[in-house]
T-cell receptor, first 116, second 115 residues
Framework: AQSVTQLGSHVSVSEGALVLLRCNYSSSVPPYLFWYVQYPNQGLQLLLK??????LVKGINGFEAEFKKSETSFHLTKPSAHMSDAAEYFC??????????????FGQGTTLQVKP | DSGVTQTPKHLITATGQRVTLRCSPRSGDLSVYWYQQSLDQGLQFLIQYYNGEERAKGNILERFSAQQFPDLHSELNLSSLELGDSALYFC??????????????FGQGTRLTVV
């Protein structure tokens, strides 16, 4: 069965500092990989996804993530944090292939705090 | 705005009661997914419908049921409610299955509080 582990339920960075949110997955075959962001009292918004091709994926708001098959990881980074990046971030996986139903398996989430 | 509409936004009800949550997917999307977000369980997949038919089932309790209507809107019915059912319930929609060229779009959720 697939699973997703996000290391660190809470990450705090200073404004302008590097943001690194960690995600590892467990799957028999490399799945589709996603990062979603949830702002307070809002739904989930897709930041970026990896499906195939280039392993470094660029998303919205300056975020990017790198798929590393050997490490079963899909860590999210942003070179310089803004106050507006404070939110909860979720890593998720979805099956690929003929059995794919499209359901997402989410990690536990990481709350990003940005200090002035 | 994702284009996915959920109503109501908030719901407060008593234990033992039954409620219905409604979801209107984005125009053209055939798949609807329901997720539950709670403090102890995190974000969990409940059930998926595709063009009116159940497609996948996750950790959905027997007290919960869902359906998708011919106009593609979906309803999640929660009965014999318990305090532990208090959570944020999300609906998401996609054109078909989430794959290389598609993604799931999430509504703003319905916050259910059982007292």
């Amino acid at each position: 069965a697939q699973s997703v582990t996000q290391l660190g339920s809470h990450v705090s960075v200073s404004e302008g500092a590097l943001v690194l949110l960690r995600c590892n997955y467990s799957s028999s075959v490399p799945p589709y990989l996603f990062w979603y962001v949830q702002y307070p009292n809002q739904g989930l918004q897709l930041l970026l996804k990896y499906t195939t091709g280039a392993t470094l994926v660029k998303g919205i708001n300056g975020f990017e993530a790198e798929f590393k098959k050997s490490e079963t990881s899909f860590h999210l980074t942003k070179p310089s944090a803004h106050m507006s990046d404070a939110a909860e971030y979720f890593c998720a996986v979805s099956d690929r292939g003929s059995g794919n139903t499209g359901k997402l398996i989410f990690g536990q989430g990481t709350t990003l705090q940005v200090k002035p | 705005d994702s284009g996915v509409t959920q109503t109501p936004k908030h719901l407060i009800t008593a234990t033992g009661q039954r409620v219905t949550l409604r979801c209107s997917p984005r125009s053209g999307d055939l798949s609807v997914y329901w997720y539950q977000q709670s403090l102890d369980q995190g974000l969990q997949f409940l059930i998926q419908y595709y063009n009116g038919e159940e497609r996948a089932k996750g950790n959905i309790l027997e007290r919960f049921s869902a359906q998708q209507f011919p106009d593609l809107h979906s309803e999640l019915n929660l009965s014999s409610l318990e305090l532990g059912d208090s959570a944020l319930y999300f609906c998401a929609s996609s054109v078909g299955q989430v794959s290389m060229n598609t993604e799931a779009f999430f509504g703003q959720g319905t916050r259910l509080t059982v007292v």
